[in-house]
């Protein structure tokens, strides 16, 4: 499989954000995987952390730079990565 491309993102204050082209089925089951029954909250800072590949540059404990965001920042970050699971897969794709 060639390498996942990423797109760039822009917060409202600015802050430069590397995202992954899309959550592969992998990601998302790690994500889903658990013991216990997930909040919707915990889901979404899972799948945020997945869908992040730099913030301003780096890669690095991408975690606590995303709680270090501003809130209309994560807030944004949160739609965008909504966006790559938001996918309608009731029908298959077909070529015409």
């Known amino acids: 499989m060639a390498e996942r491309k990423l797109k760039t993102v ?3 204050s600015g802050v430069q954000i590397e995202l992954k ?4 089925a992998g990601e998302f089951l790690d994500a889903t995987e658990s013991k216990d029954e997930l909040s919707k909250n915990e889901l979404a800072k899972r799948l945020v952390q997945i ?11 991408i975690p606590a730079a995303v709680r270090d965001l501003p809130l ?4 944004f970050l949160s739609k965008e990565v909504a966006a790559l699971t938001n996918a309608d897969f009731t029908q298959a794709k077909t070529t015409p």
């Open 72 to 75: 209309p920042d994560y807030l």
């Open 10 to 12: 822009t917060t409202p």
């Open 51 to 61: 869908a992040i590949a730099s913030i301003n540059g780096s890669n690095e404990n």
């Open 21 to 24: 082209e899309y959550i592969s």
